[in-house]
């Protein structure tokens, strides 16, 4: 009997394209993959050229208050705190927090009466309601800030 040898590969070689998304697939949420969900169901597929990436993770935790995402217009790019990929943390929250962040791309921004520019505006408001999970959502959110700040 002629033992087989199993041919392993110290260093497989990965597609290019898995290659380049080694860092994201470490991590728990695809948020490319819920950008493109969100962009398709809410938006029209509207939002293009767009990079949704994970923030650079802090060596504290903040003691007021915790941004979850922020987007950058000008460079088209959304980051999404580092401390929301943690398995206690639904999907369905981290939608939302993604679906704020792009609704920004396509309301307005206002001038307020006192000269101060408004990013969350009552329209702005309006469309956010409008997630599916907005109400659950934000609930999660009051119920377990504490748990990102220190
Ligand atoms: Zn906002």
Redesign the pocket.
């Known amino acids: 009997m002629t033992k087989k040898t199993k041919r392993k590969l110290a260093h497989p070689k990965l597609p290019m394209q898995r290659q380049l998304n080694l860092q994201d697939e470490r991590r728990r949420f695809d948020l490319c993959a819920i950008f493109d969900e969100l962009n398709a169901t809410h938006f029209g597929g509207r939002l293009r050229g767009y990079q949704v990436v994970w923030g650079r993770r802090r060596r504290t935790r903040p003691k007021e208050y915790f941004v979850f995402?922020t987007?950058q217009e000008e460079d088209r790019i959304i980051r999404i705190n580092p401390s929301l990929d943690q398995p206690f943390v639904p999907l369905w929250f981290i939608k939302y927090i993604l679906y704020?962040?792009m609704?920004?791309s396509v309301i307005p921004d206002e001038i307020g009466p006192s000269g101060r520019r408004r990013?969350?505006t009552d329209e702005?408001y309006r469309r956010e309601q409008q997630y599916p999970h907005y109400r659950r959502a934000r609930r999660w959110e009051e119920e377990n800030l504490a748990r990102f700040l220190r």
């Open positions: 995402g987007i704020h962040e609704l920004h990013v969350h702005f």
